[in-house]
């Protein structure tokens, strides 16, 4: 059984807090702000060393680990940005490997129905399907890395703020302890 981070009585809210800056901030400015996330991982990092010594300090940097490695590989193939790595990671340092796991879980299928919302709404959806099946096209015949043209920082279309599913995922995930 995987351990996880008890979760001291306040520290639902200041799991919220974060999340919710982080979205506020996203929605603005589409970025998350080192600030924001660096800072709160060393706080839970602090934290949990405090509240559970040298266990508890495994399991916060275990959850950010975690946070980290789930979301980097979307990352490094152009698909979301760095301050949302470093928020589910950061958010994982406060709940530990499994409640970081379970955060990018709901933050992902939050994320596709929000994707979903924001295609149809903007009216880009047949063209977000044909982009799809052309990574695919490429990813066959290159392998899977990025594609020049359907990065972050070289595609059109609307762009999503991630920090707003992974605000709905972390409360999905508070809500189920």
Do not use: C
């Not at 996880?4 to 400015?29: F, K, Q, S, Y």
């Not at 800072?39 to 602090?46: D, E, Y």
């Not at 152009?78 to 709940?95: E, N, Q, R, T």
Request: glycine share 14%.
């Amino acid at each position: 059984m995987v351990a996880m981070v008890p979760l001291e009585p306040m520290v639902p809210m200041i799991v919220v807090a974060i999340a919710t800056l982080a979205a506020g901030t996203d929605l603005a400015t589409r970025r998350i702000p080192n600030l924001l996330t660096l800072g709160a991982a060393a706080v839970a990092l602090a934290f949990h060393a405090v509240q559970g010594g040298a266990h508890g300090f495994g399991l916060a940097l275990a959850g950010w680990l975690v946070g980290a490695a789930v979301f980097f590989p979307v990352f490094a193939l152009g698909g979301m940005g760095a301050g949302d790595v470093k928020l589910v990671a950061a958010l994982g340092a406060w709940l530990g490997p499994v409640g970081a796991l379970q955060v990018a879980a709901f933050s992902a299928v939050a994320g596709g129905v929000v994707a979903i919302i924001v295609m149809v709404r903007a009216h880009y959806l047949h063209t977000a399907l044909a982009n799809l099946f052309r990574l695919f096209g490429y990813w066959r015949t290159a392998g899977v890395r990025p594609m020049p043209d359907l990065t972050l920082a070289t595609a059109g279309g609307p762009r999503l703020a991630y920090g707003v599913p992974i605000l709905i995922g972390t409360m999905g995930t508070l809500w189920l302890r």
